[in-house]
């Protein structure tokens, strides 16, 4: 099992440009997650999904849009980027329950210049 | 306004010896109060997690203490060893939003 992988690892995008992650988990998880991790402020939720055709916003959300049309992946958007959204981010996916762990992808590095 | 305060914020310890990270947490709704342990270059990866109807709980050489009136847990590392070196974040837990510390930095000199 790859677990969670998130594509790409890393990129670099220009103010303005549009760009979508995309995270794939084979755990047949029902949750999954969007994070970014800026340095001094730990991990921050983005958006997430309890399921197949369903998302909710997080801590924060702003300039950000997801989509889960198939149950293993969720997408992350960027419609228009700004240099504050230059951070590390991170997918998780989680089953469903209250103590359900939550399973980290590798992360993708993203600068916006 | 960060909901979870962790600290210190780094921290250097010798081989062997005990590592102390806490963190505060101001919502009561929590109910879910995971560590994570992240290396360089990697997603972090759970370490131990505890509830709050419990006051302790140990795993190998991890345990985390709780203190629901006090609002504070803790994570302490016995017997550290250099391979603990990471950095580690408290996280707490209300239905699907978790909010997590600002990390703290180990280091285990040898």
């Known amino acids: 099992n790859a677990g969670v992988t998130q594509t790409p690892k890393f990129r670099v995008l220009k103010t303005g440009q549009s760009m979508t992650l995309l995270c794939a988990q084979d755990m047949n998880h029902e949750y999954m997650y969007w994070y970014r991790q800026d340095p001094g402020m730990g991990l921050r939720l983005i958006h997430y999904s309890v399921g197949e055709g369903t998302t909710a916003k997080g801590e924060v959300p702003d300039g950000y849009n997801v989509s889960r049309l198939k149950k293993q992946n969720f997408l992350l958007g960027l419609e228009s980027a700004a240099p504050s959204q230059t951070s590390v981010y991170f997918c998780?996916?989680?089953?469903?329950?209250?103590?359900?762990?939550?399973?980290f992808g590798p992360g993708t590095r993203l600068t916006v210049l | 306004q960060q909901q979870v305060k962790q600290s210190p914020q780094s921290l250097i310890v010798q081989k062997g010896g005990i590592s102390i990270i806490n963190c505060a947490y101001e919502?009561?709704?929590?109910?879910?109060f995971p560590w994570y342990q992240q290396f360089p270059g990697k997603g972090p990866a759970l370490l131990i997690a505890i509830r709050p109807d419990v006051s302790e709980k140990k795993e190998g050489r991890f345990t985390i203490s709780f203190n629901k009136s006090a609002k504070q847990f803790s994570l302490h590392i016995m017997d550290s060893q250099p391979g603990d070196s990471a950095t580690y974040f408290c996280?707490?837990?209300?239905?699907?939003?978790?909010?997590f510390g600002a990390g703290t930095r180990l280091t285990v000199k040898p």
């Open positions: 998780a996916s989680s089953p469903r329950g209250r103590s359900g762990e939550q399973f």
């Open positions: 919502n009561t709704a929590f109910d879910y």
């Open positions: 996280a707490a837990r209300f239905n699907n939003d978790m909010r």
